[in-house]
């Protein structure tokens, strides 16, 4: 499974974008999708994830109300909406993909896609 990320820019604080991650070479239906997110000097953390048929999500608490996760099995893509962006979202957004239901664990992805930076100024 090949995942390219991509809708990352620039953004003032309180703003908002949206990040879709495009799916190809498996059966995306499949894969419990998530969005990790790491940011200078730190290690990669947990971001949302979202579940086979797109019922069951889950978010760190640092976005709940904030962020939401969702995907479009036909289009084989998976998209973070971020509202209310703060400075300390500012990272770089990995999507990610496991042959489980629920991924909230790097250790447990498969599949990373190649990350897009979003920087929210203050």
């Known amino acids: 499974v090949q995942l390219q990320a991509f809708g990352g820019g620039l953004v003032q604080a309180g703003g908002s974008l949206r990040l879709s991650c495009a799916a190809s070479?498996?059966?995306?239906?499949?894969?419990?999708m998530g969005w990790f997110r790491q940011a200078p000097g730190k290690e990669r953390e947990f971001v949302a994830a979202i579940g086979w048929s797109g019922g069951l999500t889950k978010y760190a608490d640092a976005v709940k109300g904030r962020f939401t996760i969702s995907r479009d099995n036909a289009k084989n893509t998976v998209y973070l909406q971020m509202n209310s962006l703060k400075p300390e979202d500012t990272a770089v957004y990995y999507c990610?993909?496991?042959?489980?239901?629920?991924?909230?664990?790097?250790?447990?992805?498969?599949?990373w896609g190649q990350g897009t930076l979003v920087t929210v100024s203050s």
């Open positions: 070479g498996g059966t995306f239906s499949r894969y419990g």
């Open positions: 990610a993909a496991a042959d489980t239901a629920m991924v909230v664990t790097a250790t447990r992805v498969n599949y």
